[in-house]
């Protein structure tokens, strides 16, 4: 772990990952609160950095002073909230060290008043002698020989709370994440990664228009549309377009549908085609959502889509089938008041 003044979170995170890990390791980039105090309750392996607007390079260092070979990275706004120790063991001693484990992480975002839980799997756990960091800002697991890596999902779970409101205002992430792209991109303007972290940096800010032009640098160049990070791009590519209102270009997504057989995929495209008055078409697309298990976006294979196919049935002036969508949405309050206005 590496932090700086983290007093705040700190101690919630390590009690969530004490009794799980043999050894915590932390690295200090220059707080100046009880943030050291704090990590000293839990281990004796605090470090000093000297902060040089990279944060790989202080990933690294952590990574150098840990005496185990098999790392899990944590940050200090983030809490274990369930982990299955011996699936864990399990990848760890299968034998097969150029694996990445992938974690999920459910985020806490203020996104407007139907997105608030983001999940998504992310590359956390990895052999010391395989991998290593890179990137001063947005860091990413590579390996050491430079070749394409393997993945495979394990059983942790961790909540993150960096980008509530409350956070981003009180830290001023963005605005320094920003500044570091952009730095990072004098040197690499090349890299589609950094552009969609930019233009990601600019829609949580909701510069809509910024971001999109950021996101549309990323999409002009050769991309693998299999990485995570690419469909994140999409995604928010699209929800960039929808509010700022420039629905007739958010039609251009129709292009992706062939790479993204998911419910969030589908759900965007249904939001799409609502704001383009296909309503037939974004039915079809809400319904589709409904058929997975699974989204990062909670609410999106059930109540969410069912709510909006309501909206529609409502906006065509089929009452009747518009209540029995929004019934199938159980509590959700948008809904609940929608019953409420057709009953009256």
Not at 43 to 70: E, L, M, P, Q
Not at 252 to 274: H, P, S, T
Request: glycine residues 4%.
């Amino acid at each position: 772990m590496i932090v700086k003044n983290e007093q705040d979170n700190l101690k919630k995170s390590l009690i969530s990952a004490v009794n799980i890990v043999d050894e915590i390791v932390i690295v200090d980039t220059g707080s100046q609160d009880q943030t050291k105090k704090i990590a000293l309750e839990f281990t004796d392996k605090v470090y000093d950095f000297k902060w040089c607007k990279d944060f790989g390079k202080a990933r690294n260092f952590s990574i150098s002073k840990a005496t185990n070979d098999w790392i899990l990275i944590l940050d200090a706004d983030e809490e274990i909230k369930f982990c299955d120790r011996e699936s864990i063991r399990n990848f760890i001693t299968e034998g097969n060290n150029k694996l990445v484990g992938r974690i999920i992480r459910k985020s806490i975002m203020d996104l407007g008043p139907d997105i608030k839980e983001y999940s998504e799997c992310i590359n956390r756990l990895f052999h010391r002698k395989y991998f290593f960091y890179e990137g001063t800002i947005h860091e990413q697991v590579v390996n050491i020989d430079g070749i394409p890596f393997e993945t495979k999902n394990v059983d942790i779970n961790i909540d993150h709370l960096g980008y509530t409101k409350e956070a981003l205002n009180k830290t001023n992430k963005l605005l320094r994440n920003i500044k570091l792209l952009n730095e990072a991109l004098t040197i690499n303007s090349k890299d589609p990664y950094l552009r969609y972290q930019l233009g990601k940096s600019y829609y949580l800010l909701k510069d809509y228009n910024t971001a999109i032009i950021n996101f549309e640098k990323a999409m002009s160049f050769d991309l693998n549309y299999k990485l995570e990070y690419v469909s994140n791009l999409m995604e928010s590519y699209g929800y960039s377009l929808i509010n700022s209102e420039r629905y007739v270009e958010a039609l251009n997504l129709e292009n992706y549908i062939k790479y993204y057989d998911n419910a969030d995929f589908y759900f965007l495209m249904g939001l799409v085609y609502m704001n383009n008055a296909k309503f037939t078409l974004a039915v079809e697309s809400f319904l589709k959502c409904s058929k997975f298990k699974n989204s990062k976006v909670q609410g999106i294979t059930s109540y969410l889509s069912f709510y909006n196919i309501g909206v529609i049935f409502d906006v065509l002036d089929f009452r009747e089938k518009a209540v029995e969508y929004y019934r199938m949405c159980g509590n959700y309050e948008m809904a609940i008041e929608r019953i409420k206005c057709q009953l009256n």
